[in-house]
């Protein structure tokens, strides 16, 4: 496998605007010959459908959900980045650039991260114009805050729901090609296969959610933007529907999987409170601006109320540690510091697991009125949630799976190594590295939607001629079997175990040993346990219902079962990564308790190579080479 | 805590449905109203039994996803709640619980508590939106917006879409919806341009698709778990007033 990257030529600051014009065009009556499936109506996906769709395209578009209203990207609260330096703070297109690269600890892609930079500023534009009603001064212009690995406030928000209102600003202009026609949206529709002719990616395989009907459809490319596989961890932040089945089946026709072991591990969740829980809940990590992390300083105080530890008994461990970023310490780096003091035995609450994240400085300081109008959305959910009120009481947190940074490798051009099958926003592995600053997720995808994909896309429908096979082609038929197949296996198993069983348990060993702290010794034993699993899975997997019809337990367990396989590689890329970076942490590989990288041996990108059923993947590597910045060792201190 | 739950269960849109009652023992304070299903599910798929189909995703209250009628209510009475954040420490041990779906003819039943909003999209479809494509946009602040009118914009967008208070209004009505997008785009100068079209389009849709007219009896806001009041449904009148009175289609 070859894994050109594609990166023009030329200084960092121009690759660009220069390939923007060395890329070719269609003209515009001949874009209306091209059809284009996008796969997933998140920020990526919708954004991309209707930006395709304005430029002539002929776009179908799907998403397992009810309404493309519903994806998970709806969910994100806190913010969305862009170098727009409204704040006269010292901001600008390079800092972004470098504070992005420095927080995915320098195993991100110099030109993608650059251009990504350059098109945030277009992207506020874009969402302002489409009536995003973003968070404004007094006299009318935006309002900023700041995110964690950053000094500056570069955080564009909507209360604390921002990602809910640019994907309304991204379902309304998706909305908008719906009616005129030019997009066909299939809400409740789930991708099962990718079909590949010639080489090239031709079509997909769907189900229909609510009849059963497994039907394929045809176009000139497919663009996967199904977003993260957080959920193979089965506690997530992620919504209960969001899975790893559309990426994976095209990592199985021959798509590289990049980094599968990347995940982001985000700090102020709410706690796990029993084993009935089926999801976890994300407190804006906007909290940190106001809020300050403690725990007790000794263990024998961390059963008392909060109230009674007096504040010389106390350790802000954030503030002490990484005295210049304190509370706004990046993600992967405050997740490790809250585990590292709940494992000394100071962790607060049941069980001990969580960490207090006290407003009551902020109160006294600003008001309680100022903090209920900054945060009050996320209080009241605490509120519904714990039964506590954090007015009173700080609220409790620990760190949870968030956000997963690895995903199909793709090219400069968002294409992955299968010719026509581009793959946008989280469920490409491109522009985090190996950790996600803040409020950089929103950015990206309506990056890769807006901005890159339509260009790129155009670049190679202009050297491939309109070529679309028919779904009568053998290759649909072929898949369609496949597909059929593996639901009928589904089914016919003895029936001893519920599919949410098996993910619970497939979730609670990948935590355990793929999760904030990964070590040799534990990897191994996962790579052991999870073809037992597996096995144990299809064999007494309890499906009841049939193929036709409205089958929730059926869908599950299909996402399962493709967990059941991903979770192996996922285990595999740790154990084969010797080093620690970013949300990778090899106890192996440590000073002090900080991050060890390794960049002789792996400044590099682990792209993976399905070689067949029982044959190991192939592990295949592009170099991470920095033209412009210097690769140092990460400091927040 | 033990819990009866009885529970609409409908196989599919032209079946008749019924309630079947459960006796649910393995029930605890801390969970959510959605995981107590989960509970129930996973009992009755052990047992051979076709679980009970509900619709859930983000289970953060924001995504709009879930759609149950709990004892007679749209997401089950706590103020400003989606199903999903409901938790079982709002009932009481040996409770008897009634769960059904949106009852309304526009969202007609998919299965058991599933039901079809896609009239919601198709009213967005034909004129929720500000007609402007990618690209070309002027500078996010060139064109300062009070912050007033933004927060107020605000409080109409976060409208999730779900559709409870369709599904609380006697008549059916879909006007806070509506009146919630048009007042989201109308009060922001990037969505004025098209104001009058949009609102004779998007209540034409409203009407096409079966929803009925606004009594204005408020059972719409005080189910909405995102709190949207209905001085936005009064906005949406005046705007369609105007608009009718200027012509404009």
Known sequence: ?637 | MHLTLKIWRQKEPGDTGAFETYSHPGAHPDMSFLEMLDVLNERLILEGKEPVAFDSDCREGICGTCSLVINGVPHGGQKGTTACQLHLRKFKDGDTITIEPWRARPFPVTKDLCVDRTAFDRIVQSGGFVSVSTGGAPDANCLPVPKEDADLAMDAAQCIGCGACVAACKNASAMLFVSAKISHLGLLPQGKVERDRRVLNMVKTMDAEGFGACTVTGSCEAVCPKEIPLTFIARMNRDYGLALIKGRS
């Open chain 1, 1 to 637: 496998m070859k894994l050109d990257s594609k990166i023009p030529s030329g200084p960092l600051a121009q690759k660009w605007e220069r390939h923007k014009f060395e890329m070719k065009l269609v003209n515009p009556a001949n874009k209306r010959r091209f059809d284009v499936l996008v796969v997933g109506s998140g920020l990526a996906g919708a954004s991309a459908a209707a930006t395709l769709a304005e430029l002539g395209y002929q776009v179908a578009c799907f998403c397992f959900q009810d309404s493309p209203r519903r994806a998970h990207s709806i969910a994100a609260q806190g913010g969305i980045n862009a170098a727009k330096n409204y704040r006269n703070d010292g901001d600008s297109v390079h800092r972004l650039f470098y504070d992005t690269i420095k927080g995915g600890d320098f195993r991100a892609r110099e030109a993608n991260v650059y251009r990504l930079a350059q098109v945030s500023v277009q992207i506020i534009d874009q969402c302002v114009a489409q009536g995003v009603p973003f968070a404004r001064e007094y006299g009318g212009l935006l309002d900023t805050r700041s995110f964690g690995g950053s000094q500056l406030q570069r955080t564009f928000y909507a209360r604390g729901q921002t990602g809910q209102q640019l994907l309304l600003g991204a379902y309304q202009a998706l909305s908008r090609q719906i009616g005129l026609g030019t997009v066909k949206m299939f809400p409740r529709t789930e991708m099962l296969e990718l079909v590949l002719v010639d080489g090239a990616a031709k079509g997909i395989v769907v189900r229909d959610l609510v009849n059963g009907e497994v039907r394929s459809y045809a176009g000139d490319a497919v663009v996967l933007a199904t977003g993260g596989y957080g959920n193979v961890f089965y506690l997530s932040t992620n919504a209960v529907g969001c899975n790893v089945t559309a990426t994976f089946r095209a990592y199985k026709k021959g798509a590289a999987f990049a980094n599968p072991s990347f995940t982001q591990i985000h700090p102020t969740c709410i706690p796990v409170s029993g084993d009935h829980q089926s999801k976890l809940t994300l407190m804006s990590e906007s909290l940190r601006n106001d809020g300050r992390v403690w725990v007790p300083r000794n263990k024998t105080e961390s059963s008392k109320p909060a109230s009674s530890v007096a504040d010389a008994d106390r350790d802000y461990f954030l503030e002490r540690k990484y005295p210049s970023f304190g509370n706004l310490a990046p993600r992967d780096i405050a997740s490790r510091a809250a585990k590292e003091v709940c494992d000394e035995g100071r962790g607060v609450g049941p069980g001990g697991l969580g960490v207090y994240l006290d407003f009551a400085d902020a109160i006294r300081r600003l008001g309680e009125n100022k903090i209920r109008e900054r945060y009050g959305n996320l209080f009241d959910m605490y509120e519904r949630i714990t039964g506590e009120n954090a007015y009173r009481q700080p609220m409790r947190i620990y760190p949870a799976v968030h956000y997963t940074m690895g995903g199909l490798w793709v090219d400069y051009h968002l294409m992955s190594n299968i010719p026509g099958l581009f793959v946008v926003g989280e469920a490409n592995f491109s522009d985090h590295g190996a950790n996600r600053l803040g409020a950089s997720a929103l950015m990206q995808g309506l990056a890769d939607g807006y901005f890159v994909l339509p260009y790129t896309l155009s670049h190679y429908f202009a050297s491939n001629k309109p070529n679309r096979p028919a779904t009568t082609h053998p290759e649909f038929k072929k898949a369609e079997e496949e597909a059929r197949a593996r639901l009928k296996r589904l089914l016919s198993s003895s029936g001893k175990r519920t599919p949410r069983s098996f993910h619970r348990e497939l979730g609670q060993l990948i935590w355990n040993h793929c999760g904030m702290a990964r070590s040799r010794e534990g990897l191994t034993a996962a790579l052991r346990r999870i073809p037992e699993l597996r096995e144990e899975f299809w064999k007494t997997v309890a499906v009841t219902g049939g193929v036709e019809g409205f089958n929730q337990t059926l869908e599950h367990a299909g996402r399962v079962a493709d967990f059941m396989e991903f979770a192996e590689l996922m285990c595999l890329d740790a154990l084969t990564r010797e080093e620690s970076c970013g949300g990778h942490f090899r106890v192996e590989h440590q000073e002090e308790g900080e991050c060890k990288r390794n960049d002789e041996q792996f400044a590099h990108v682990a792209a993976w190579e399905y070689a067949g059923p029982g044959q190991a993947p192939v592990r295949h590597a592009e170099p991470l080479v920095y033209e412009e910045i210097k690769m140092a060792s990460r400091s927040y201190k």
